[in-house]
């Protein structure tokens, strides 16, 4: 997530490997709003939080909704819609300090373990103060990714903190781009986003050199010398750390980072598995000034960032100007894969912009709204950098440039007035919208939210 674009850096190391084979770039005018999705209003949940960023349902049929707020606490509603008055985790004194105007670091998102209901585990993805140690490039690395375990205690609506064990941790060298979410697959695999290190156009320190020698950077299109710009897949059902699956599709390359799922992502901030059908991946990638992106994500796609943004050839000497051509693939082959929704940023130049920044939802498997069965549902951050963001369905279809609708909501017929901080769903399918009035984590105007039918 990231409404501010635009942040100088510059990274130049040796080591470079061109892949030669050059294509026009694809330039997709992906469909804007093609109709409005009616019939639906949103009923709130609950409030007071700093800056909820999603909502899940352990699989124990307690029927209790936590909410992850940014801020470093899970609130807990309850199965009569009560907010608990103690908070179920609260990690603030492990995170590194946050900045009140705006961050992307924080707690981020959990995820319980698909056997939760007997073994009581869950796990948070947050950021940590930086370890000792100096990047690649210099200077001193922001903060530390890490994914930890916990158990509750005997009080199931308390986390028992003394049981935390470290699963994984990644140093990460600026303070956005974090990616943030974890979630387990079908496959009883934990799942995890990391964004390309921060900084703009995925350049400057702690950020690689890869094989694509007309752009500088980066981190996104290495799967060799660290997990930045990756999906992860790791299974942690193991005595200590964890283990790599042995189907993930790098295991066999000599060098890499074998946790790495897919790849060629510059923030993949939110994620979700579909809950029926083909349970397919999609995630949400934020552009940089031109192009936003929802990706339907397969083991060992690569993604583009930063040789494309969306379908578009991508220049880091001038990110607001597309390149005429750039690879169709990349030096192992791969590749690069398109999105099946595109999005103009608000800023990009050739104007009709909708989006600061895309927020990846969900499938709709719920009961309450026939209308949206099978529907990917997904939001923008805000239209333009006020607190004005959106909503919208899109129809899922095979291939690329999915056509989508705006969702307008009675009691919100043109904007929801708050920024869009990420979705939730529960275990019967329902979705559930997260919001503040201020973009960063100033207040208590978070909120919590049900789509409902009128």
Not at 98 to 106: I, K, V
Request: proline content about 7%; hydrophobic content about 35%; aromatic content about 10%.
């Amino acid at each position: 997530m990231e409404p501010v674009k635009k942040i100088m850096g510059y990274l130049l190391l040796p080591g470079i490997v061109l892949f030669s084979i050059v294509s026009s770039c694809k330039k997709n005018d992906y469909p804007a709003n093609v109709g409005t999705t009616k019939g639906m209003n949103l009923q709130m949940i609950a409030d007071g939080f700093v800056s909820p960023l999603s909502v899940v349902e352990p699989p124990d049929s307690s029927h209790r909704l936590f909410i992850v707020d940014q801020a470093g606490k899970v609130w807990i509603v309850d199965s009569t819609g009560a907010k608990m008055p103690t908070p179920f985790l609260d990690l603030t004194p492990s995170m590194v300090t946050l900045t009140p105007a705006y961050d992307e670091r924080g707690l981020l998102s959990i995820a319980f373990h698909p056997d939760f209901r007997n073994n009581g585990k869950f796990y948070a993805f947050y950021t940590a103060p930086p370890r000792a140690g100096v990047p690649i490039g210099g200077g001193a690395w922001n903060n530390l990714t890490r994914i930890s375990e916990f158990n509750i205690s005997a009080d199931p609506n308390q986390a028992d903190l003394s049981t935390e064990r470290v699963i994984l941790e990644a140093d990460h060298p600026q303070l956005n781009h974090d990616g943030g979410t974890i979630a387990f697959g079908p496959d009883g695999y934990l799942y995890i986003s990391i964004g390309d290190g921060g900084n703009a156009d995925d350049i400057g320190p702690g950020h690689v050199r890869d094989w694509y020698a007309v752009n500088e950077g980066g981190n996104g299109q290495d799967i060799f010398q660290n997990l930045m710009g990756n999906i992860l897949r790791i299974n942690i059902d193991n005595a200590s750390g964890y283990t790599i699956p042995t189907d993930n599709p790098f295991i066999s390359i000599t060098g890499s980072k074998p946790e790495v799922y897919a790849y060629g992502f510059r923030n993949p901030y939110r994620f979700s598995f579909d809950m029926s059908g083909d349970h397919a991946l999609y995630v949400g990638d934020a552009g940089q000034s031109l192009y936003e992106e929802i990706d339907v994500v397969t083991k060992g796609g690569n993604y583009g960032w930063n040789v494309k943004e969306g379908t578009h050839c991508f220049s880091t000497a001038d990110d607001m100007t597309e390149l005429g051509s750039c690879p169709m693939a990349d030096s192992l082959g791969n590749p690069l894969l398109d999105p099946v929704i595109e999005l103009k940023n608000f800023a990009n130049p050739t104007g009709g912009g909708l989006a600061t920044v895309i927020v990846g939802g969900n499938v709709y498997r719920g009961s309450d709204l026939p209308g949206l069965t099978g529907k990917y549902i997904f939001g923008i951050f805000s239209q333009d950098g006020q607190p004005n963001a959106k909503i919208y369905s899109a129809m899922v279809s095979t291939g690329t440039n999915w056509p989508y609708e705006n969702v307008s909501l009675k009691d919100f017929p043109d904007n929801l007035g708050q920024y869009l901080k990420g979705f939730g769903q529960d275990q019967r399918g329902e979705l559930y919208l997260t919001t503040s009035a201020d973009a960063g984590l100033n207040g208590t105007t978070g909120k919590v939210y049900k789509l409902v039918s009128l």
